[in-house]
Each structure stands twice: as C-alpha cells, then as structure tokens.
C-alpha cells in the first residue's frame, strides 16, 4: 500500500505564487508516475500534471508554462511549484499515485489540500 500526505496549500493573490508538496510512504517501488489533480466545486477531478519515475513530465493546457511538477526521490516526496496564479486555479489539490501493473490506474490518492486564489 501506497500512502500519500499533501500539504502546502493556502491562500494566494491573482499572480502569486504557492508550492504545494506530497509526501509518499509505504511500497513506494512500486509507483511508476506521480499526479496532482485538481477539483473545483461543481466540476469534475482534472489532471494538473505528472511526473514519471525517469522524471519525464506532463501539464494540462491550462497550467503549462505557470506550474512545475518535480520529485525528490531521497524525500519520496512530490512537489507542485505553481506560479502566477489565477482565480481559476482555485480548487482542492490531490496528489496521486499510479501503481505498476495495477489494473486500477491512480490507485492511491492523498487527503487533498485546498488552494484559494483571490483576484
């Protein structure tokens, strides 16, 4: 099993700046790629970005160029650098992890943490 604790979510203007992180413990060896989602009220969960176990990464359109997605494998611990940030990113963030040969994909997922953008 594959557990994973997010913190660093908060408060933010229009253009600022927060850096969420996702601490994983358990049978970490077996998660090939690491996710955060992300959730608004009255929307479905979208995918924000991924990162591979080689380190290769992924964006959604609307956050390309503003977030970054990076691992520190000595930590086992995920992070989501995201910048200039706008009302719209406004939603709970989830960290997830997709399991190696599991028939259920993003089989593990965190507590989430909300990320608040005023304009």
């Known amino acids: 099993q594959v557990r994973l604790v997010e913190s660093g979510g908060g408060l933010a203007q229009a253009g600022g700046s927060l850096t969420l992180s996702c601490a994983a413990s358990g049978s970490i060896f077996s998660i090939n790629i690491m996710g955060w989602f992300r959730q608004a009220p009255g929307s479905q969960r979208e995918l924000v970005a991924t990162?591979?176990?080689?380190?290769?990464?992924n964006y959604a359109a609307s956050v390309k160029g503003r977030f970054t997605i990076s691992r520190d494998n000595a930590k086992n611990t995920v992070y989501l650098q995201m910048n200039s940030l706008k009302p719209e990113d406004t939603a709970v963030y989830y960290c997830?992890?997709?399991?190696?040969?599991?028939?259920?994909?993003?089989?593990?997922w965190g507590q989430g943490t909300q990320v608040t953008v005023s304009s």
């Open positions: 990162i591979t176990s080689d380190g290769s990464t």
């Open positions: 997830a992890a997709n399991i190696r040969d599991s028939l259920i994909p993003w089989g593990s």
